[in-house]
């Protein structure tokens, strides 16, 4: 299995790991990821005993990484592998206008932090952990004091800024709020001069028309694999 990095966005892990978000890194030169408490994800730099070795150091016991791959992952030693899914990463092909302005939209912070993940833990947009907050500015807005919706930017690449975690509480849904929360960071990501782009689910075909009506397109598909140490 190759890694090849024509794009930047071919290895988005690792890219976000080694340029904007090296400071919230974990691991060397052949194997990274993010904080667990963060996210989920890890990278190896190459299909080679030394890189998995170095990911394998990095895992405790009970602890998971997830990998994106443009293939599958073989069984390695030390490590089990799982087939998670498939994801699409889409890119915003055409800009949102500057105009956009919400005012319901609040910006959240670390005071926001439980309210956040009773909301993804509700919703399942995917991993979201208690300080998953800190890759990037997330967004959310209220009914009567209650956090119903909410969105943030989880991988920063040179270039590149990718959304995550939209999700709407049940009670709420068919109103449109994921639409606008994501305009409104695409909004501020484009007036810094980055591209937006975001992961999503094969099989989430509701998301995935969304992201469509929303002027997002299909860039390349990934293979999401759970990494866990062998217990054996």
Known sequence: MNY????????????ALATRH????????FARRYHPEMAP???VVSDTATAWRELRELLQPGEQARLMTPDPIEPVQGLQAEQVGILHQMVAAIRVPDSTHDA??????????????DLATMTKPGPFSRRTHETGNYIGIRERGQLIAMA????????????????VHN???GK??????????????????????????????????????????????????????DSA
């Open 22 to 29: 090296g400071h919230l890194r974990q691991g060397g030169s």
């Open 104 to 117: 319901a939209v609040l910006r959240l912070s670390h005071l926001d932090a439980q309210d956040m993940l």
């Open 152 to 167: 943030g930017e989880r991988m920063h690449i040179d270039g590149y800024v990718e959304i995550s975690a939209v999700c």
């Open 4 to 15: 090849p990095s024509q794009h930047i966005l071919d290895t988005p892990i690792w890219s």
């Open 176 to 229: 449109g709020l994921a639409g606008r929360l994501v305009n409104v960071l695409r909004r501020d990501i484009e007036a810094r001069g980055d591209t937006v782009f975001l992961h999503v689910r094969s099989d989430n075909r509701a998301a995935i028309g969304l992201y469509e009506r929303l002027g997002f397109e299909l860039r390349r598909a990934f293979h999401l694999t759970r990494i866990t140490l």
């Open 41 to 43: 994800f890890a990278a």
């Open 171 to 173: 009670e709420y849904r």
